[in-house]
């Protein structure tokens, strides 16, 4: 329990390389899988859980070994978090940018296709907010987080060009 069979850098650097891998891989899913998050998303979050852990520590199973895997992830998500919100290019990578699906009450197929949306969540997605039909939409647009905010018709839309920074008390 107290004797590591693993250096404390090693895994260290395992942990920083298997949240990359998984940050990666939950990344290149795309926003619709993290943002409608379903019991069978949970089921393999936390497999994928089960199946890095011995990636991370290796055959370690002290005490130590687990503690400094998990100070070493929340280190990095920290850092990641911290990246994410200063913005900028990095930013934009991580946390990625929202997509136009519904543009003038028409689809916009090639974005409905690499997002992987179909006509029957959009028409959802209006009816939660009121309208009839898309024909009602001026903009639908898949956000960061997974949600769709729909401008409806007549609707004004203000272009912005400021970026919107958090102030802490």
């Known amino acids: 329990m107290w004797h590591m069979e693993t250096s404390a850098w090693v895994v260290a650097v395992r942990t920083i390389a298997v949240y990359a891998a998984v940050f990666l891989g939950l ?5 619709r899988e993290i943002g409608q998050m ?4 949970l089921v393999m ?3 994928i859980a ?6 991370m520590v290796g055959m370690d199973t002290s005490l130590q070994g687990g503690i400094i895997a998990a100070f070493v ?3 990095v998500n920290r850092l990641v978090s911290l990246i994410r919100i200063r913005g900028g290019r990095w930013g934009r990578l991580i946390e990625g940018t929202p997509t136009v699906l519904v543009k ?6 090639p974005a409905l296709r690499r997002e992987g949306v179909d006509a029957e ?3 959802m997605a209006a009816r939660e907010h009121g309208l009839d039909s898309m024909k009602q939409v001026k ?6 987080d997974g949600s769709i905010s729909i401008v409806p018709e007549g609707a004004t839309v203000h272009r912005v060009r400021r970026h919107v920074r958090q102030f802490k008390r």
Request: glycine share 8%.
């Open 38 to 41: 379903t019991v069978f998303d």
């Open 45 to 47: 979050i936390l497999l």
């Open 73 to 75: 992830l929340l280190a």
């Open 50 to 55: 089960n199946a890095v852990q011995n990636a």
């Open 104 to 109: 003038g009450g028409e689809f916009v197929e």
């Open 121 to 123: 969540e959009l028409d």
């Open 139 to 144: 903009l639908a647009i898949l956000e960061v």
């Open 27 to 31: 990344r290149l899913m795309g926003k």
